[in-house]
Nanobody
């Protein structure tokens, strides 16, 4: 059974850092582009970053320079390093596969056949 499990969320003060992990089981992430999404209270889910199959990365403007996406094939895991966090970053963070490699075109999307994790809460507050 293909599965994605996020971890690493928590409560952090403004300016702090967290590293989110997205571990896959039941399939190999190597064959997929991967995306990170978030949903803040009362807002729609938004794609914030992705890594294409060839390793190219994309970030939306609001997180560029603060967040870093990476992947570790040996661990079958994708990461999102969150630095210089702001209260506006408070949200549930999700990872998802991007089977169609849409990331190459500078968009963070997941299709109907893609896999999603259950999410991890990130709260930025003093």
């Amino acid at each position: 059974q293909p599965q994605l499990v996020e971890s690493g969320g928590g409560l952090v003060q403004p300016g702090g850092s967290l590293k989110l992990s997205c571990a896959a089981s039941g399939f190999t992430l190597d064959g997929y582009a991967m995306g990170w999404f978030r949903q803040a209270p009362g807002k729609e889910r938004e794609g914030i970053s992705c890594v294409a199959r060839d390793g190219r990365t994309y970030y939306i403007d609001s997180v560029k320079g603060r967040f870093t996406i990476s992947r570790d094939a040996a661990k079958n895991t994708v990461y999102l390093q969150l630095d210089n966090l702001e209260p506006e970053d408070t949200a549930v963070y999700y990872c998802a596969t991007d089977e169609l490699n849409i990331c190459l075109w500078g968009a963070v999307k997941a299709g109907v056949n893609d896999y999603w994790g259950q999410g991890t809460q990130v709260t930025v507050s003093s």
